[in-house]
């Protein structure tokens, strides 16, 4: 079963051999083929004015590229499009008897290394990863926070602590918030969590860590004394209703306020949601690029479905027809798990939920 996730994907040929190894993948994985104009065939893009200038497009525009041809040629090519190991996209190479499926670059928040090992099953290769959490068989900071959909506070440098830990033999606990656990039924252990060791409130300063991962949805958390890392799983949804022309700062004041009452952390956060009349309501698209998350919109029918689950107010049915927006937004987004009491001030009503 193909478990590998790309938006889209590129795979570039530079000669016959590498086409018949593409042919292989196309139909496995939706990608987009190029090739040179003179190798050109059916299901083939011709590069558009060089490989290099294609490639360069896809880059940036692409979530993998996949070449079948040499390390060199596209260590070469992509070198002065580099930026950040954290927004490139994956890039693979296999070379052309479709031995060998390289993860070259991203290999963990970018998934080369999962797309490798995809690609050389398909092949019957051999994924080759260099990383080295994954040399020394042991889970890997960035890759557990994409496993859990989680965010931290600085990523880059809890990633490049937890990972040189681990991969020197330290001692690195992780403990789960029961608020996670109890109430949400987050289980661990679902996840790769190889090399870590698992605590909890009784016996972390007892055991002896070189630090630790805290994986809670909570602003306030207790504070030991080992060097601590939160890993905060993006689970907390809102549903947003609103008068027309809401202030901005108004929402948003409102919007943390009720974070902080709630004790959520605002890195918890995954997605706003509303009525289609609000998809271009100021104050709630502003809020949802201040967080960073996605805005979702239903109609009147959708939020009908749910409604009569809540109380309904008149005003609100007869202007947007639905009695209530808040609430079944956040029933719908959350599959029925709602957090938290609904808050009601100056024209506007904010709803919680949490994805199980």
């Known amino acids: 079963m193909n478990t590998v996730r790309c938006e889209s994907v590129s795979l570039f040929t530079l000669t016959p051999g590498g086409q018949q190894v593409a042919n292989k993948l196309r139909a496995h994985l939706p990608m987009q083929c190029y090739c040179s104009e003179k190798y050109l065939q059916e299901g083939f893009t011709p590069f558009v004015e060089s490989f290099k200038n294609t490639l360069g497009q896809a880059f940036l525009r692409d979530s993998a590229i996949i070449v079948v041809g040499a390390c060199g040629i596209v260590v070469r090519t992509i070198a002065p499009l580099l930026q950040d190991k954290f927004t490139d996209p994956a890039v693979l190479v296999i070379d052309e008897k479709g031995k060998h499926v390289i993860s070259l670059l991203s290999g963990h928040v970018g998934g080369a290394n999962e797309l490798a090992r995809y690609l050389s099953h398909l092949i019957d290769g051999t994924a080759v990863i260099t990383t080295s959490t994954d040399v020394n068989q ?51 252990h679902s996840f ?56 901005p700062e108004l929402l948003k004041s409102l919007f ?6 709630l004790n959520i952390h605002p890195k918890a956060l995954s997605i706003i949601g509303s009525i289609d009349v609000k998809r271009n309501e100021e104050a709630i698209v502003s809020l949802a690029k201040t967080y960073d998350v996605p805005f979702e919109v239903f109609s009147a029918d959708e939020l009908n479905q749910c409604a009569d689950r809540f109380p309904r107010s008149e005003f609100v049915e007869k202007t947007v027809g639905v009695g209530a927006v808040s609430q079944p937004t956040a029933w719908l987004l959350s599959n029925g798990s709602l957090l938290g009491e609904t808050i009601k001030q100056q024209g506007i009503t904010i709803t919680y939920g949490v994805l199980n």
């Open 192 to 247: 790769d969590i190889r090399g870590l060791t698992v605590v909890d409130d009784a016996n972390v300063e007892q055991s002896e860590l070189d630090a630790l991962i805290d994986v809670s949805m909570q602003s306030v958390r207790p504070t030991w004394s080992v060097p601590t890392f939160q890993l905060i799983p993006k689970r907390l949804v809102a549903g947003i209703g609103c008068r027309r022309g809401v202030e």
């Open 256 to 261: 943390n306020s009720q974070l902080q009452a």
């Open 138 to 188: 042991t889970c890997a900071f960035d890759l557990l926070a994409k496993q859990m959909c989680a965010d931290t506070i600085d990523f880059r440098v809890a990633t490049k602590t937890i990972n040189q830990l681990l991969v020197s033999g330290k001692k690195v606990g992780i403990i789960v918030d029961p608020f996670l656990a109890n109430q949400f039924d987050f289980d661990i």
